[in-house]
């Protein structure tokens, strides 16, 4: 592409297809964002591919144009532009901004108007100019200097349009769309035309008259049929074609050279994406400038501006040692490491504040150091030692946790981690899906960091200093400070600790549970293989479908884009249907339970401590528990037996000692009991009645001794499903009743416990107020969903509404308790171990002698974590492994 090309664009027609081609989208504050996404992506690519030397995006501004002096009911039907739409009209604006892309608007003139008159100067000043639009009028500027592209599929695929190909997909010319749209008319901007004459007929007469006005002054001469069509419309006709007519010299002041596109201003363009959430699109623009940066033939026309600092590289025993010494005077050091688990602190960056320095300094000293072979080199790591032990020295870190693996692997220790800038970034927006400091530093400083060297470390360092003073006075200003600096900090530690401690494994069971799992799947594919008929492979959805949809002829469910659809869900609804159906089910919950979890188990175990070290992760669930991986310990199966015995592969570390199970008994509906404030719930759990018989008994309408187990199954389901904003047709999937019963269920149970009615409409009416959802301990979700338009959408942030408060103060509740308990078992010296934690359950590796003192130690503080209305009750269990725990 020449660079004299002008690329012009249609800003309202490209956001509107933007907008109903993307589903919901929104930032974790709750701005929707999903036509700035669609009209961002789209002009980034064809920025990319045309490469333009001139660009501008025309408006629409205000409804009313010249066209409704002529016509009051122009565009009179058109639907007005919706909410969530018209409010991203701005954030578009600020992209182009950042974009260094002029905007054009002027009032009583559309986008297209604006557009032909660019268009007309291109011309006469010889530049060949390229529209995008989704709008097929201006495919009348098409010339031999013009081409259209038009949108399809939404905004993913455009068609481009030259003279030859208007002719030969509409048969007109460009400039005979005007006549065309005054015989046809044009239904969506309410433009009339003439009655009777469609777009055959239209194209016909234009092809023998040339054109609208022609045809008027030779109306005579027409045959009857068409005669009387239009003589009695021949000012409609002729006033509809003004409608359509583009203007070409709109009273604008244009200079060409004012739309020379010079490239983004980068700085920002990523800080705005960051604000935006817009991680795809940071990602590719960090790439675009990584890639511009190795090519030395061709400089971005507006280079980012990297963040640089200045930085002292130490080495000698005196230069370390005064360093130990002005960190203990500076109270407080901002530390960043580089290296890994394997080969532990390769590199590290620290900042601090000289003493006797002026508060308001602008800047901190950075230090960078290499430790290389610590054998060689042991001042480096001496240095280090003596810093991170220094229990008076405040240490702000980013990402705490991998910090502490990189010291156990040369055995330092760290005391007094004040501050982790990616635990209280993730407080403050937990829906965010990355909390790597590049992206902090974007988002809250609007700074890019280097990618890579000692400077990027030293960066590294002098952020995390900035970002711990400005996230601690965003936490003080949401009310998290108590969250923050009593649960989630100090889980850090308590999480690294339980990681490298790790659990043991009894590796030959393992072994010995995938024998006899490949053994009963082997004799369930031989069921599967006889009553289909044939051998084919179970676990392929085209060939099973086969099998059961052209074979055997059962009804089919629902289809894919390429074959018919087996999943679980089909399955069940199938599984009267035929017999193969129970044992294709059978087959895919063991195969899974093998492939996953047995033989997936047996892979990661470490071959040097012979433990599994999971990867426990606090920064990345919305509600605020905690999630695992490698393995995933939080989805061991427990339905299927099989998937039970699985715990029984978990051990104690050394002969001796047990396995100690902690258990909150149904902590979420004590946490109900508790935010509602329901006088009989509070009762039930007061006078420690079953919840489930009880409910059992309201709903039902019977004595509690005459509750069946029936009964008690289906009050619990509705129990859970209260919990989780279940509708009668969810309860009625899960129990197995009609939509009807379902919803009578309900019903019997907000009339006997109206107080969490009251709580349930309470909790969204504020939800919807304030944008966002609190916990027991003020912990924030933000819920967009709430204002999406799109029924389904916003009824699942209602049931997110109602869920979430419950579900995170029970997050909150436990990790409270698992500070709390480390912390004394450490001050206590004993050798118990708190090894894992899933859902509302702690687990202990204890030697047996300690059981009196450990299990008193861990019922009281999580009895205790926060006093409610109704008390918290723990249920603990002991064992040889952790299937084969009972009850003490």
């Known amino acids: 592409m020449q660079e004299s090309t002008f690329l012009i664009l249609d800003g309202n027609s490209l956001a509107h297809r933007a907008f109903h081609a993307i589903p919901h989208l929104a930032t974790s504050q709750g701005v929707t964002t999903n036509a700035v996404y669609g009209f961002t992506n789209m002009l980034l690519k064809i920025l990319k591919e045309l490469k333009p030397g001139l660009v501008a995006v025309c408006f629409d501004k205000g409804k009313i144009t010249f066209r409704h002096d002529h016509y009051e009911d122009y565009k009179a039907h058109r639907p007005g532009t919706p909410d969530e739409l018209r409010l991203q009209f701005p954030l578009i604006k600020e992209v182009l901004a950042a974009m260094n892309i002029p905007v054009l608007e002027c009032e009583g003139y559309e986008a297209d108007d604006l557009i032909g008159t660019l268009v007309n100067r291109a011309e006469q000043a010889g530049i060949s100019s390229i529209i995008v639009t989704g709008d097929q009028d201006t495919l009348q500027l098409v010339s031999p200097l013009t081409r259209v592209f038009l949108t399809r599929k939404g905004i993913s695929e455009l068609e481009e349009y030259t003279e030859g190909r208007v002719w030969e997909r509409f048969g007109i010319t460009p400039a005979q769309f005007p006549d065309y749209k005054g015989l046809v008319g044009d239904p969506s901007d309410n433009i009339p035309g003439v009655p009777g004459i469609g777009p055959k007929t239209a194209r016909a007469l234009l092809k023998e008259y040339g054109c609208l006005e022609e045809l008027v002054s030779q109306v005579d001469t027409l045959s009857a049929r068409f005669r009387d069509k239009i003589l009695p419309y021949q000012e409609q006709a002729l006033l509809s074609k003004r409608l359509a007519t583009i203007e070409r010299e709109v009273p604008l002041e244009i200079d060409l050279d004012a739309f020379r596109w010079p490239g983004p201003d980068y700085n920002r363009l990523l800080a705005l994406f960051s604000r935006l959430e817009f991680k795809t699109l940071i990602r590719a623009i960090r790439q675009e400038l990584g890639q511009k940066e190795e090519d030395e033939g061709r400089q971005p026309a507006r280079e980012v501006e990297t963040y640089r600092v200045t930085f002292r590289h130490l080495a000698s ?298 990867t426990f992760h606090q920064t990345v669930t919305a509600t605020g528990r905690l999630s695992s991986s490698d393995p995933n310990l939080q989805n061991i199966p427990i339905r299927m037996e099989e998937g039970r015995k699985i715990r029984r592969v978990f051990i104690p570390r050394r002969e001796g000692n047990l396995i100690l199970s902690a258990d909150y008994s149904q902590i979420e509906l004590r946490i109900l009991a508790h ?160 090894i894992l934690q899933v859902h509302d359950e702690l687990i202990f590796d204890m030697p047996a002698g300690e059981l009196p003192e450990v299990s008193e130690l861990v019922r009281r503080h999580m009895e205790n974590a926060l006093v409610l209305d109704v008390p918290l009750v723990v249920d603990m269990k002991l064992g040889p492994n952790w299937y084969e725990v009972k009850k003490i």
């Open 675 to 834: 935010m509602a404030g329901d006088p009989n719930l509070l009762e039930a759990f007061r006078q420690g009645q079953d919840i489930h018989t009880r409910t059992a008994a309201e709903v039902f309408g019977v004595a509690i001794t005459e509750v069946t187990a029936d009964m008690r199954s289906r009050a619990k389901a509705v129990n859970f499903g209260i919990v989780y904003g279940i509708s009668d047709f969810g309860l009625a999937r899960d129990i197995n009743v009609s939509r009807q019963e379902a919803r009578q269920y309900i019903e019997n149970y907000f009339a006997r416990y109206a107080g969490v009615k009251a709580f349930i409409e309470r909790t969204i009416q504020q939800a919807r107020e304030k944008g966002y959802v609190t916990t027991l301990l003020n912990r924030r979700r933000y819920l967009p969903d709430l204002f999406s338009s799109n029924r389904n959408v916003r009824m699942f942030g209602e049931r997110t509404a109602i869920n979430t408060p419950i579900q995170g103060s029970a997050a909150d509740i436990i990790k409270l308790a698992m500070v709390r308990i480390h912390r004394e078992l450490k001050e206590r010296g004993l050798a118990t171990r708190m």
């Open 317 to 614: 025993q005196e230069e370390l040692s005064r360093l130990v010494e002005l960190c203990r005077r500076a109270g407080r050091v901002a530390i960043a490491l580089s290296g890994s688990r394997q080969e532990g602190i390769v590199a590290a960056a620290l900042g601090l504040k000289a003493p006797g320095g002026s508060p308001e300094a602008p800047y901190l000293s950075i230090f960078y150091l290499e430790p290389g072979d610590p054998a060689s080199n042991p001042a480096v790591l001496d240095a280090l030692a003596g810093i991170f032990r220094d229990p008076d020295t405040e240490k702000l870190l980013h990402d705490g946790k991998s910090a502490l693996w990189l010291l156990q692997k040369h055995g330092l220790a760290l005391n007094n981690l004040a501050f982790d800038t990616m635990v209280a970034a993730y407080l403050l927006n937990p829906a965010s899906a990355n909390q790597e400091l590049a992206d902090l530093a974007l988002e809250h400083l609007k700074v890019v960091l280097p990618a890579r060297g000692e400077e990027a470390l030293a960066a590294r360092a002098d952020v995390i200093w900035r970002l711990s003073e400005l996230l601690a006075a965003k936490l003080r200003l949401a009310e998290m400070e108590r969250l923050y600096y009593e649960v989630e900090l100090p889980l850090v530690a308590v999480l690294a600790d339980m990681e490298m401690t790790g659990v043991a494994v009894d590796k030959q069971y393992l072994e010995e549970m995938s024998r006899e799992l490949e053994i009963k799947l082997a004799a369930i594919a031989e069921q599967i293989y006889r009553l289909a008929g044939e051998q084919f492979n179970i676990n392929s959805t085209r060939q099973l479908g086969y099998i059961l949809f052209e074979k055997l002829e059962l009804p089919v469910i629902k289809k894919t884009k390429t074959s018919y659809s087996t999943d679980a869900s089909v399955l069940e609804e199938l599984a009267g249907a035929h017999p193969i159906i129970p044992l294709v089910l059978e087959y895919r919950q063991l195969m899974k339970l093998k492939s996953t979890y047995v033989d997936g188990l047996a892979a990661l175990i470490n071959p040097e401590t012979g433990r599994l070290h999971t």
